[in-house]
């Protein structure tokens, strides 16, 4: 078992910034990928961005060169950090983790105003 606690969601304008961070812990030799989805209201829960165990990461066209997905040394906190946010970026944000299976953090709130 996998669990994930995200933190660092908030209210900015567009064009601030904001950092999450997502901790897990638990069965966390077995992780093997972990990452961010959003959901906005009335769509679907879309990518964001991941990085490996390897250290690669990939993003979503819509986050490129705004959102950079980080780690800790540790492997065990993941981050994401957003600039030059938008009213587009208004999102639940969850992390996810991979393993055996995947397990889901319980989002948090990003609401960027105009």
């Known amino acids: 078992q996998v669990q994930l606690v995200e933190s660092g969601g908030g209210f900015v304008q567009a064009g601030g910034s904001l950092r999450l961070s997502c901790a897990a812990s638990?069965?966390?030799?077995?992780?093997?990928?972990m990452g961010w989805y959003r959901q906005a209201p009335g769509k679907q829960r879309e990518f964001v961005a991941h990085?490996?165990?390897?250290?690669?990461?990939n993003y979503a066209d819509s986050v490129k060169g705004r959102f950079t997905i980080s780690r800790d040394n540790r492997k065990t906190t993941v981050y994401l950090q957003m600039i030059s946010l938008k009213p587009d970026d208004t999102a639940v944000y969850y992390c996810?983790?991979?393993?055996?299976?995947?397990?889901w953090g319980q989002g948090t709130q990003v609401t960027v105003s105009s």
């Open positions: 996810y983790a991979n393993a055996a299976y995947t397990y």
């Open positions: 638990g069965s966390i030799f077995s992780i093997n990928t």
């Open positions: 990085i490996t165990s390897g250290g690669s990461t």
